[in-house]
């Protein structure tokens, strides 16, 4: 704008000079009438015509510079940003009063006077100051060069640089810069980055298995976790798309959880154990069938990610592999059902019994009375072998509800299995499976285990049978025993009892189970056979109630199409096996005519057990409370009393028997039950009683309890 006056000026000075000029020439004018004329008067004319035409140009052209550079200063001293002018030298020649303000001055002439150039102003990375003068030589221009300059305060901020510059034949004239404090800007920016940092460091460490997705369903987060679950490295699926993140854990490019967050699918859906929806959220839970080891069942949570205008900018699932949680669930559902077995079994195992025990009784009393030979023995027998199923029966019931163990003697497993294999049972089975082999690996140094022999030959007569009905057609059975030592938790269980174990595997090449079934093979009457003909369904439920009740482990493993293997575990004990008693004759087990007092409330073991003991050659007492056996003992004496544990009404055999040593302190007693040992039984032995007989009994057992008693008794008289 300057150099644009300067001309304009000039301008005017020439065209006045013209004027003068040709005035001085029009001295040589000659005369005409009296009128001096000119030659050059025509001319002047004109030249003072122009003159006055180009000042008032000029005077336009003034007028439209001077609103001109009105306009750029109003412009140059009101931005909001900074504007400076820099020679080639590189001196500062201008600067608006936002550059003074950001560079920490009241005023741009105090700006000019502490820093005349531009070398004068500190860069945080001075080498910029190069590149910023090497992009000027090369493009003549810079556009949104970002660095952090110090203020005169020495306060750094950040700043974006545009310049240009102004040339004159080709060569700059000075350069032209505007100024921008972009440090909020960077701050936010470093904010977000430190944000999104925190994040990702989150993402990779969370605990759960988590992915998220774009969009465009690209994979852009896979975290260690996740890679630790599928095997799947993070650099091997970020970017994919076309839901390849579904293969490692169905196989398929199928949609997963994240997929129904985004589009749902009420098919898919379906195909989940549990699902729950709540806006955005989604819940599920599902097996995977080509995660490791197969069949896992995992839980996830999916989410829609929105941005803050609440557009969809993708979606993250968080999985969990809960398969051991499943487990320990479906053992808790199974244990509260077998309580609550438990509670109805205990509520008919005792009356049960008690009739069972009448059946087996009088029948076994018939037998003694009945000749072989005699077609009436047959019936006495049938009736009592039909008793002693039943009681069998019942005794399954407390098996289930782990309150049947009573006995605990030395077992071998080797044994028990060699004497099922001798069995009319087994040989029946391999009659009905024809195709069928079976296989024995047994252990040869097999250690002994603590147990009840019924309850672990029955688990036997359980698991070899299924296993053979497993198979249709040609097949093998294999059943395995050995030693082993566990330390590690058996799967399904949180912890083991580190210590020796015998480990019985019987293994089939059927069908499988599948993995709906699985969860419920251990529920009682839950079978796919035919009821009644092949199974009752409480098979494999007295084998589980068995394994706890021993303190075992079971493992379970199938594959349909395959087979399937069961693991139990059983505590060894270095104890050994005790010697077998011959069966005894029945004046091996008689009394020498002592005086016992029957305690039962049922009226027919009343009898039955007189009847009983008055074969076996003892002097009978009978009594239907605790009350009237307390007011009996009185006035009389008792070598012995039969002391049945649950009477209703009335007091039970523990209190019967605290007030019965209230008056005689030094009473023998034994314990009857239709029910299994109980806590009480235990508190009624505490007090000097002596062994636990269940109803229904033999003869055989009474006689040999009662001499056990007597003579223990005596024996410490």
Same mark, same amino acid.
């Given at each position: ?111 000019? #006077? ?20 090497g992009l000027l030589s090369d493009q003549g221009e810079i556009r949104g ?11 750094? /901020? ?32 470093? #904010?977000?980055?430190? %944000? ?90 599902? &097996? ?105 029966? /019942? ?93 590690? *938790? ?35 009457? &839950? ?36 087979g399937s293997v069961f693991t139990l575990y059983f505590p060894a004990t ?14 091996? &087990? ?20 007189? %009847? ?36 209703? *009404? ?46 229904? &009994? ?16 005596? #024996?410490? %008289?």
């Amino acid at each position: 704008m300057l150099f644009a006056r300067t001309r304009a000026k000039g301008s005017l000075l020439f065209a006045l000079s013209i004027v003068i000029g040709l005035i001085f020439l029009s001295c040589g004018a000659f005369h005409t009438d009296g009128i001096v004329v000119s030659p050059l008067i025509p001319l002047l004319t004109v030249a003072v015509n122009f003159s006055l035409l180009n000042l008032s140009k000029f005077r336009q052209a003034e007028h439209d510079l001077r609103r001109s550079e009105n306009r750029y200063r109003s412009i140059f001293n009101n931005a909001l940003e900074g504007i400076c002018q820099i020679n080639p030298d590189g001196l500062i020649t201008a600067a608006n009063p936002a550059f003074a303000r950001m560079m920490g001055f009241d005023a741009p002439a105090d700006l000019l #006077a502490a820093f005349p150039d531009i070398s004068s102003i500190r860069l945080e990375k001075p080498e910029d100051r190069q590149k910023i003068f090497g992009l000027l030589s090369d493009q003549g221009e810079i556009r949104g060069f970002e660095t952090e300059i110090y203020t005169a305060t020495g306060k750094r /901020i950040w700043v974006s640089i545009n310049a240009t510059a102004t040339k004159n034949d080709g060569r700059p004239t000075f350069y032209e810069a505007s100024i921008e404090d972009v440090s909020e800007r960077r701050r936010s920016e470093e #904010a977000l980055q430190e %944000s999104r940092q925190r994040f990702s460091d989150i993402l990779e460490f969370l605990p759960d298995a988590t992915l998220v997705i774009d969009r465009n369903g690209r994979v852009i987060a896979w975290n260690r976790a996740m890679e630790s679950m599928t095997g799947i490295r993070k650099e091997d699926m970020l970017g994919r798309g076309d839901r390849e993140y579904a293969l490692p854990f169905y196989g398929d490019r199928r949609p997963i959880l994240i997929d129904l967050a985004l589009s749902p699918d009420e098919e898919i859906e379906a195909q989940y154990t549990v699902i729950q929806r709540t806006g955005d959220r989604i819940f599920g839970e599902a &097996y995977v069938p080509v995660l490791p080891p197969g069949d896992v069942h995992v839980s996830a949570t999916a989410s829609v990610l929105r941005d803050p205008q609440g557009v969809v900018m993708g979606a993250i699932e968080c999985i969990r592999n809960n398969t051991e949680r499943k487990r320990m669930e479906e053992r808790l559902r199974r244990a509260e059902k077998m309580e609550s077995l438990g509670t109805m079994a205990g509520g008919v195992a005792h009356d049960l019994n008690n009739v069972l025990g009448v059946l087996v009784g009088y029948a076994e009393m018939m037998m003694l009375e009945i000749p072989e030979g005699n077609p009436l023995r047959r019936y006495a027998v049938n009736i009592h072998q039909s008793g002693i199923r039943g009681a069998a029966m /019942i005794q399954d019931l407390l098996t289930l509800a782990r309150r049947g163990v009573a006995v605990s003697e030395v077992v071998n497993l080797r044994e028990l299995a060699s004497s099922y294999f001798k069995s009319p049972d087994f040989a029946k089975l391999k009659e009905d499976h024809p195709q069928v082999s079976f296989r024995m690996d047994l252990q040869e140094d097999l250690m002994n285990i603590k147990g009840s022999p019924i309850h672990l030959s029955k688990t036997l007569m359980n698991l070899i049978p299924n296993a053979a009905e497993a198979i249709s057609g040609p097949g093998e059975v294999v059943i395995k025993m050995e030693n082993c030592y566990l330390e590690v *938790p058996v799967r399904g269980y949180g912890e083991v009892k580190e210590g020796d174990y015998v480990a019985l595997r019987v293994s089939d090449s059927g069908q499988g189970i599948s993995p709906q079934d699985m969860e419920r093979i251990f529920e009682p009457f &839950y079978t796919k056979k035919v009821m009644g003909k092949s199974g009752t369904g409480l098979g494999l439920a007295i084998v589980w109630g068995t394994v706890k009740d021993h303190d075992g482990y079971i493992d379970v493993t199938s594959q349909e199409g395959v087979g399937s293997v069961f693991t139990l575990y059983f505590p060894a004990t270095r104890e050994g096996l005790a010697q077998n008693r011959e069966q005894l004759s029945l004046d091996q &087990y008689t009394g020498s005519g002592e005086t016992l007092l029957v305690i039962d409330d049922n009226e027919g073991q009343r009898h039955l057990a007189a %009847s009983i003991l008055t074969k076996l050659n003892y002097q009978v007492a009978t009594v239907s409370c605790g009350e009237d056996a307390v007011s009996y003992l009185m006035s009389h004496e008792a070598d012995l009393l039969l002391l049945d544990m649950i009477m209703d *009404p009335g007091i039970d055999g523990l209190e019967t028997y605290r007030r019965i040593l209230e008056i005689r302190p030094h009473q023998k007693a034994i314990i009857i039950s239709g029910y299994s040992e109980t806590d009480r039984v235990k508190k009624v032995q505490e007090l000097g009683a002596g062994g636990f007989l269940r109803k229904p &009994y033999t003869l055989e057992k009474l006689g040999l309890a009662i001499q056990e008693e007597l003579s223990r008794s005596d #024996a410490g %008289s």
